[in-house]
């Protein structure tokens, strides 16, 4: 962990991995005990109390750049990406990423060239994919590796020694995906629940189809909600002691005839200084609740927030929606569009968008 | 004729292989025997044959009336009654070793209409002539034209997938091609894949670019080796093999038809090779039941060998091939896509596995979720989607019970977790947008075991009982009889009469078992609900008619099995004394005891024996008596009867003898 710094005194952090209410797990055995028959339809393991966090550990600045590759690194920090939740694969295989690379380049020429076959074999002169484990990009023990998929190709009317370049990518996580839902399933399925892609959407279109067809799984769009929104501003204020926000900024549809968007910038210290005074007091939390944000304190926040506008504008925020949110650390859409600027927040990003992608799975 | 057979064969026997001529030349000898004695009148016929079998290489063709005569006897046969394998044997040697030239052997080929079967032998040496001999292009292509229409009805296609590699090597001939591709798809099996064969396909791809017949026989090759051969087919494309001009189609039906013979229509049936997908529009890409194809990784630990002999579920087409495969057959890439197909319906029925049956439910809750859930306008996809399942449901019936089981089960199970947990805010965020009050939740439970009760009772009625239906609609009141002990819900729904006597007077000792346990939990259930009403003075209560009803069911079960009191006044049953005295039953009172009930006399008898082995004469009353009732009851919990065990200790206090009127049953 990161030497803290003074500003960091504030808001103190540990280490402790925050547990959920040991009262909320005995009610999950109780449940499952309860399900003494099964049907065969219904097999999926037990979780009813799947719900979005109550209340989670405050981002803990990672410096990913010791175990992560750089290149890696600057891949996943630069760009935007569009999120799908995917249901577990079944029979994924780590160690078979080298003959995944090639069966999805074969699938994705013979996609593209409807109607003739394609040998799957090394070399495709018009698309090289390479599917590899993304080091060091896990949190928990659980965690199954990150997936990186990367499409090279050369453009079509490329000079012959002129190099391929990567035209697609997209990778498949699980950063600290409930250890409950992980377990509970068998050893035949991978649950890497989180898919990001940026590139052409044919392309996206075709590898999704490609893990369909090969792992039996299923893709969704992953929109980001109204309540993760806000837990991205408050994770994201809360860092601001850190490493600076510049800006906080909020889109916020209303309800109106014309729709109305409202774009609401906060300026960093006010937005902190009001964080502040929303946030309890450490003292004031239980012993394990130290560090951790509680979904008390975001509503507490953004309700501040409304009341601030609804002072200067007369407007009542509460009447929209939040749309979407952005700092220096970070942009969030709820079209599940998501930009992680800054590579010291990308576990805590994934941390919560994994939880999200994880609701959303069947049961 | 038998004998010149026999000669001509062994002229050429230096060929072809002894033991299967000789195997041949026996049958041969044996059916031109028979057809002798049964019509004289053929014997031009044989005559012909004969001639065609012994005919000299290079006898001249023009002005050959013999030859003109002897053609015209043979058709005139196989156009009205077929000809026989051994007729087919020598015209189709004849035909293919150009014994005459071209022109008869186009006569002769065009006119070659099966009556029962064609011997594999003679295909395989017709084949083996192609190469040998020199049969021009459209000649050939006529052969291969007549193997593909009487496919089916070779005898036997085990030597012709031993020379497969040969066959394979005529596909380089431009025009052969489709035909040669179209015979390999019906002969190709998984061992016939090889890379070299796929890439000696994808070279003809390139030169001959886009080719129906290149993409079949590719698209199976990729059925049994996805790993080698990758291929997506355009959904404008037909599925199967072009219906070609065959000349011998109507007249080999005519035959057959004549013949009596079922026609084998299997030429076109082979081959779907892939369902066609309408949706042009991807909006609702969830509801598209993926196309059934087979696995590309599988589970590593699966040596080689046992990989090749798994049959890939696409390639079975009929419900006795899925039976002789049963114990091989290889599960599709994608779960959903056995919802499209019935066989494989029939496949998912025997599935046992947890995570086969775990891959479809992922696939259908995301289906249902992205298109129903979180979608709220309805499509013709939609419902033909729902229709799909439906069928489905239809198709895995008594899974409907269970369904509404496992309904119960959830909510009850949903209500006593969330009632647990009423701490924290149940509706938070958008995730959980249910909220309903307990007396509302109450309600809704109510009527779903009211509604299943009479579901199950209409159920029973129209499948006469059915055992399978019953033991599911006892598992539903297995949930139902729990719900205040094991959920908490102040509720306790009785089944209806028209559930609890069928499962009584059952002929299962399971099915009588289990309503005995049933029992069992609901009195624990009334019992503890009463004494907590008592207790906590709360205003719920459950309603005396639930008590009512379970006390006369209580009052019926012990009384028709314990004490021989069955047509008691006061019953559902009324059976007129008069009916009864004619039916001419002894004893009609006894005859659902424990040892007269249908479901448990031969434990009875089995008793008797063991009880007393020296008796000639089985009497079941003298089970009756004191000691060897405690006994046979023993007997009875030991055979594993637990639900009796636990029925009979709790609701019957004293243990009395039957008939001793004071066998008391719990009253409230």
């Known amino acids: 962990m990161e030497p803290l710094g003074e500003s960091v005194m504030r808001t103190p952090h540990n280490g402790a991995v925050v547990q959920r209410r040991s009262k909320t797990r005995s009610y999950r055995r109780s449940y499952r005990s309860c399900l003494g028959t099964t049907s065969r339809l219904c097999l999926t393991p037990a979780l009813t109390t799947r719900r979005l966090n109550a209340s989670r550990r405050a981002v803990k600045p990672q410096t990913l750049t010791e175990r992560v590759d750089p290149a890696h690194l600057a891949l996943l920090v630069k760009s935007e990406w569009q999120l799908s939740y995917v249901t577990p694969l079944y029979q994924f295989r780590h160690t078979q990423l080298k003959s995944y690379s090639k069966q999805l380049s074969a699938f994705i020429v013979a996609e593209r060239q409807q109607g003739l076959a394609v040998e799957v074999s090394e070399l495709q002169n018009s698309y090289r994919v390479s599917l590899s484990v993304l080091q060091g990009l896990t949190e928990s023990e659980n965690d199954p590796e990150t997936v990186l998929i990367q499409i090279h190709s050369k453009p079509l009317f490329a000079k012959q020694d002129e190099p391929q370049r990567s035209v697609w990518s997209g990778w498949l996580t699980c950063i600290q995906g409930s250890p409950e839902y992980l377990c509970s399933l068998s050893k035949d399925f991978t649950c890497l629940p989180l898919f990001g892609s940026r590139g052409p959407e044919y392309l996206s279109r075709v590898v999704k189809s490609w893990f369909q067809k090969t792992f039996d799984c299923c893709f969704g769009p992953l929109e980001i909600n109204h309540t993760s929104l806000q837990w991205f501003v408050a994770l994201w204020v809360d860092c601001h002691s850190q490493s600076n926000i510049q800006h906080l900024k909020m889109l916020w549809t209303v309800p109106a005839e014309p729709p109305l968007q409202i774009m609401y910038t906060v300026d960093p210290q006010d937005a902190w200084d009001l964080w502040n005074s929303v946030k309890k007091e450490e003292a004031a939390k239980e012993a394990e609740e130290v560090g951790c944000i509680e979904l008390e304190e975001v509503s507490g926040y953004l309700e501040a927030l409304k009341s601030h506008f609804y002072r200067h504008f007369r407007l009542d925020l509460s009447a929209g929606i939040l749309t979407q949110v952005s700092t220096a650390l970070g942009l969030a859409k709820d079209t599940g569009r998501i930009k992680m600027s800054n590579s010291r927040h990308v576990i805590a990003t994934l941390t919560l968008l994994t939880e999200c992608a994880l609701l959303k799975m069947p049961i | ?668």
């Open chain 2, 1 to 668: 004729m038998a004998d010149t057979l026999n000669l001509s064969d062994s002229d050429r026997s230096s060929s072809s292989d002894q033991s299967v001529t000789n195997r041949s030349n026996n049958r041969s000898l044996r059916i031109a025997e028979k057809e002798r004695r049964k019509n004289e009148a053929e014997d031009s016929f044989v005559l012909a044959v004969k001639y065609f079998s012994e005919v000299e290489e290079g006898t001249p063709v023009f002005g050959n009336d013999q030859l003109d005569r002897n053609l015209e006897v043979v058709e005139k046969v196989a156009f009205s009654k077929g000809l026989s394998p051994e007729a087919i044997s020598v015209l189709l040697e004849f035909a293919m070793s150009l014994c005459m030239g071209n022109s008869p052997c186009v006569r002769v080929l065009k006119c070659l209409i099966p009556a029962s079967v064609v011997p594999q032998q003679a295909v395989v040496r017709a084949v083996v002539w192609l190469n040998v001999s020199k049969i021009p292009i459209s000649t050939q292509v006529l052969f291969i034209k007549w193997v593909l229409t009487v496919f089916d009805l070779i005898d036997a296609k085990d030597q012709l997938r031993a020379i497969y590699g040969f066959i394979f090597s005529f596909i380089t001939e431009e025009n052969l091609c489709p035909y040669i591709c179209h015979l390999l798809y019906l002969l190709t099996r998984k061992e016939n894949v090889h890379l070299y064969r796929v890439r000696k396909l994808l070279e003809l791809q390139s030169k001959l670019g886009r080719q129906p017949f290149l993409m079949h026989l590719l698209s199976l090759y990729k059925v049994f080796c996805p790993e080698l051969v990758t291929l997506s087919i355009p959904s404008r494309i037909r599925s199967g093999f072009k219906s070609y001009n065959l000349p011998w189609k109507s007249a080999l039906m005519g035959v057959q038809k004549r013949n009596g013979l079922q026609v084998s229509s299997s030429i076109s049936s082979a081959f779907t090779v892939k369902e066609k997908s309408i949706s042009r529009k991807r909006k609702h890409c969830h509801l598209d039941l993926p196309a059934l194809s087979s696995a590309l990784n599988k589970e590593p630990q699966s040596d080689l060998t046992s990989r090749r002999k798994m049959v890939p579920l696409v390639q079975l087409s009929s419900f006795s091939q899925m039976l002789k495969n049963m114990h091989r057959i290889e599960l599709p890439a994608q779960m959903g896509s056995l919802l499209g197909s019935s066989l494989a319906l029939q496949y998912l029925d025997c599935v046992q596995e947890e995570s086969t049956l775990l891959r479809l439910n992922f696939w259908l809750g995301c289906a249902l979720h992205e298109e129903f859930l979180f979608c709220s306008q309805t499509s013709e996809e939609a419902l033909q989607f729902l229709n799909n399942l439906l069928s489905v449901q239809h198709f895995l019936q008594c899974g409907l019970m269970e369904c509404l089981n496992n309904m119960l089960l959830k909510w009850l199970t949903w209500h006593s977790v969330y009632a647990l947990e009423d701490d924290l805010d149940i509706s938070l965020n958008s995730h959980t947008s249910i909220n309903i009050t307990l007396s509302g939740f109450k309600d809704s439970v109510m009527e779903l075991v009211h509604f299943v009760g009479r579901l199950a009772s209409l159920g029973l009625q129209l499948e006469g009982c059915n055992t399978l239906l019953l033991s599911f609609i006892l598992d539903f009141y297995e949930t139902a009889s729990d719900t205040f002990l094991k959920f908490d819900l102040p509720l306790v729904v009785m089944p209806p009469p028209g559930v609890f006597y069928p499962a009584l007077l059952a002929t299962d000792p399971v099915s009588v078992d289990r309503l005995a346990y049933i029992m069992h939990r609901y009195k624990l259930n009334l019992t503890s609900a009463k004494s907590q009403e008592k207790r906590t003075e709360q205003a719920f209560h459950i309603s005396r008619q639930t008590f009512l009803e379970f006390n006369h069911y209580l009052v019926f079960m012990v009384n028709c099995l314990w004490n021989c009191r069955m047509f008691h006044a006061n019953t559902d049953l009324h059976v007129r004394e008069e009916l009864l005295h004619k039916s001419n039953v002894p004893q009609p009172w006894a005859r659902f005891d424990f040892i007269h009930h249908p479901a448990f006399m031969s434990y009875a008898v089995d008793f008797h024996q063991k009880c007393w082995p020296g008796r000639k004469a089985v009497d079941l009353d003298s089970i009756k008596q004191s000691k060897p009732w405690s006994w046979y009851l023993e007997y009875l919990f030991n055979q594993g009867f637990d639900g009796l065990k636990d029925f009979v200790h709790s609701s019957i206090t004293k243990q009395v003898t039957p008939g001793d009127e004071r066998g008391d049953s719990q009253r409230r």
